[in-house]
């Protein structure tokens, strides 16, 4: 299979858990690695009887998790200087960290959920939630299940779609982006009428 770079199919195929560990974790932080091709082709080993499931679930979890908390210290250690010294070396612009940082303060703990569905925003969100000082216990509660939701959906969409047909893989693989944007695009619509409909509910 050519889905992915052939050197990251070649450490999926030969180390297996360990290969997907290691990418998802070092893909958070902001290194340019497909997430969401790597667990799909992960779903797809799953399926075929390549990969065991829940070996390749709590790889998947832990990568991202040690991902995102990675990110979380450097923004608690670092800040913004590291941001702002390195953060163009690894595709962190100032444009983009002024939108994420601003997207952040907006929605507050909930970004750290959604960001995972949003293509680039999980890179900044662990940043930003050390940057603004939030609480470690707040940002595990929203991020680790974030990353949980994410893993397993990508999972998945491989194993249950992603063997049936080649076109079906390219076909999720080109139009992820839109997808998750639309989705995420209607949560927060829903957040933002239930909150609403709260503060109207606390006036009356």
């Known amino acids: 299979m050519d889905f992915l770079p ?10 297996g ?26 779903g797809i080993l799953i399926h075929e009887g390549t990969f065991c499931f829940i070996p390749t679930l709590i790889a998947a979890f832990l990568g ?8 979380y210290l450097i923004g608690v250690t670092g800040g913004l200087y590291v941001l ?15 939108w ?25 969100t662990g940043i930003f939630a050390g940057v603004s000082t939030l609480e470690y216990r707040h940002f595990a509660q929203y991020a680790y299940i974030g990353a949980f939701c994410w893993v397993s959906l990508f999972l998945s969409i491989g194993y249950f779609f992603g063997n049936y047909h080649r076109a079906l893989f390219e076909f ?3 139009n992820v982006e839109a997808f998750l944007s639309g989705a995420v695009v209607c949560l927060l619509l829903v957040i933002a009428v239930k909150v609403a409909i709260n503060k109207r509910q606390k006036k009356e």
Do not use: Q
């Open 64 to 71: 991202s998790v040690v991902g995102i908390t990675g990110s």
């Open 100 to 124: 994420a940082h601003n997207w952040f303060e907006h929605y507050g703990k909930w970004v750290l959920f959604i960001g995972y569905f949003v293509p680039g925003l999980r890179h900044f």
């Open 84 to 98: 702002k010294k390195y953060g163009p070396y690894v595709g962190l612009t100032e444009s983009k960290m002024t």
């Open 17 to 42: 858990a360990f290969a997907l560990f290691g990418l998802l974790a070092l893909g958070i932080v902001a290194l340019p690695i497909p997430e969401e091709t790597l667990l799909v082709f992960s």
């Open 172 to 174: 999720v693989e080109s």
């Open 6 to 15: 052939e050197i990251f199919n070649d450490w999926l195929l030969n180390y």
